[in-house]
């Protein structure tokens, strides 16, 4: 081996598992941070908050759900979502209604409002994409990762 190798080998600094930089969960969670700041002033127009623009888009995409169903695919609690969906309600963008068949059940559904806001928030996932330096392709790339991620550990 040659000198210049071997002093090149012996400088390099070893992987750090303790280093903060290398924590995986430490890099989604600042990812997630900026995106979601990111998400800010694009909501601010349709004055909603992140966790209202989830709650937005599943209603859009499923329809009436129950409490219950909304937290399974936000990954919230009733606890977390009570309060959000009581400013919704009271900024006429949903109703909650009683189960007529379970009344320990609330279903969640979109007013006339709600289902008008669906148009002024369809440009924001492709607003939100070019404020990033990654290509359509990484982008795609990052979401399959994240929801493999995901997947995975709600099977462990």
């Known amino acids: 081996m040659s000198e210049d190798r071997n002093t090149a080998l012996h400088d390099q600094t070893p992987f750090d598992e303790l280093a903060l930089e290398n924590q995986l969960c430490f890099s989604l969670y600042a990812a997630s941070k900026e995106i979601i700041k990111q998400y800010k002033p694009l909501l601010a127009p349709l004055n909603l908050t992140y966790t209202q623009y989830l709650v937005m888009l599943v209603l859009w995409e499923q329809g009436d759900v129950s409490v219950k169903e909304l937290g399974s695919h936000l990954c919230l609690d009733s606890g977390t979502l009570t309060p959000v969906l009581k400013k919704m309600q009271e900024k006429q963008l949903l109703n909650r209604i009683r189960d007529p068949h379970d009344e320990r059940s609330v279903v969640i559904s979109l007013t006339p ?10 440009a924001i996932p492709k607003t939100l994409l070019s404020l990033f330096p990654l290509t359509a392709e990484e982008a795609a790339t990052l979401q399959r990762l994240a929801v493999k991620l995901v997947q995975g550990s709600e099977t462990n």
């Open 113 to 122: 409002d709600g289902h008008a806001l669906k148009q002024a928030a369809e």
